[in-house]
């Protein structure tokens, strides 16, 4: 990219300490970018209290990091000029992309190690440069303040350690869904209702990824943030003025899937609902959980750390949250591969085709995948995880074997 194509045509939004970015996502109006990006370079080369703004941000142990910043375009529509939810909208799709994804592997591969599961990492550093490069301003619910950019000391949150994000940690079918969505959202004079309310539930979905709470959690704190996961699909679903959203309305998302594994669609789990019991696909026997569970700490009934865990298998219901919201995401975006197998030979044609197709399926699968998961124990799946292990293991002392014997005859 070019000086003159980047020169003074975007301007620093927010500043995300908690995350470090190797490669930009781009929409029409909004990007998160690295550091070395060359519209940052530009902007820090220009303005030196941005550059020195920007080069003071360190962990808690004071090691210099080098947070992700969002920009936006300087010329931009009235209708997000004026807007502020545009951009709390666009990190809000940040989140949706990564989150669920990362969850959805963690359940399925069995570590979490260097995936973000949390919306901590998009945390906001409340401070950042004015509009004119000389001061930085801080305006929150709670502060309205000015400093000399000269006396930052820019930290990471100290609950978290700084990680990079990298271009698979996107789920970038829903991305590119969102993005269009977005664009929606905010450009027409009258959105529809159906973009308000799933930007608002995008909205209520970065809550209930937040880590629940400190040293000081107690049961209490994970069952407000399910009750959260409980909002996020009840907003998805609303069907606007004088209708009311309802268990059943999410029964009747969670069951317009387009299923990848047909498994997940089978009706073959117990649900109830105004006293009702219906058998329903896996993703609704979840669901029900969840609403359950956020009605008996909503409601201050007797509850026990029994009620945060699937019934079956016993593993954590907000393990599971973010994979279903996922499901959700794709009945409501209707998220299904409609191009047609080409009528052709030509093989070159046909593979990109499948390249293509596996590549659109390949985060649904992932979450299908990590909701089936509810099924068994942990326990159980680490030891058909060592079963494989041991079986592959054998395979390849089998087939070390028979090489080493032909090696030998000739």
């Known amino acids: 990219m070019s000086f003159w194509a980047v020169k003074m045509t975007w301007v620093p939004v927010w500043v995300l300490p908690n995350i470090n970015i190797d490669a930009p996502i781009e929409s029409r109006y909004f990007a998160i970018v690295p550091n070395n990006d060359p519209r940052i370079l530009i902007l820090t080369e220009k303005h ?61 591969y069995g570590n979490r190690l260097n995936r973000p599961t949390l919306s901590n990492y998009f945390w906001i550093y409340p401070w950042i440069i004015d509009r004119n490069y000389e001061y930085v301003v801080a305006v929150t619910p709670t502060t309205h303040a000015l400093h000399e950019a000269s006396a930052v000391h820019g930290q990471s949150s100290p609950d978290l350690g700084p990680i990079t994000l990298r271009q698979n940690d996107f789920d970038e079918v829903l991305l590119s869904a969102l993005l269009t969505r977005w664009e929606k959202r905010y450009l027409e004079r009258l959105p529809s209702w159906e973009d308000v309310a799933l930007f608002r539930s995008l909205n209520i979905a970065n809550q209930a990824c937040l880590i629940p709470a400190g040293p000081d959690a107690t049961i209490f704190d994970f069952g407000q943030i399910i009750s959260l996961w409980v909002s996020a699909f009840e907003s998805l679903v609303h069907p606007g003025a004088r209708g009311r959203s309802s268990l059943e309305m999410v029964y009747t998302l969670l069951e317009e899937v387009s299923w990848i594994d047909n498994r997940c669609g089978y009706r073959r789990y117990t649900t109830k609902s105004r006293k009702n019991t219906v ?19 909503m409601h201050g009934n007797p509850v026990t750390s029994s009620d945060l865990r699937i019934s079956r298998s016993r593993r954590p219901l907000t393990a599971f949250a973010a994979p279903l919201y996922r499901i959700g995401l794709t009945s409501f975006l209707d998220l299904s591969f409609k191009k047609e197998i080409p009528n052709t030979n030509d093989i070159d044609i046909l593979a990109n085709y499948v390249n293509e197709r596996n590549a659109f399926c390949e985060p649904q699968q992932i ?19 060592q079963e494989n292990i041991d079986r592959a293991r054998r395979q390849s002392r089998v087939i070390r074997a028979e090489i080493n014997s032909d090696t030998t005859k000739i």
């Open 367 to 385: 979450a299908e995948r990590a909701i089936m998961r509810s099924l068994v124990t942990e326990e159980e799946e680490e030891r058909r995880r």
């Open 48 to 108: 030196h209290n941005f550059g020195q703004f920007l080069g003071r941000f360190t962990d808690v142990y004071n090691n210099k990091i080098t947070p992700a910043v969002i920009i936006r375009k300087t010329v931009v529509p009235d209708e997000i000029e004026k807007s502020g939810e545009a951009a709390i909208s666009f990190r809000d799709i940040l989140v949706a992309s990564t989150i669920p994804n990362s969850w959805s592997l963690s359940l399925v």
């Open 279 to 297: 058998r329903r696909n896996i993703a609704c026997w979840i669901y029900w959980q969840i609403n359950n569970c956020r009605n008996n700490f």
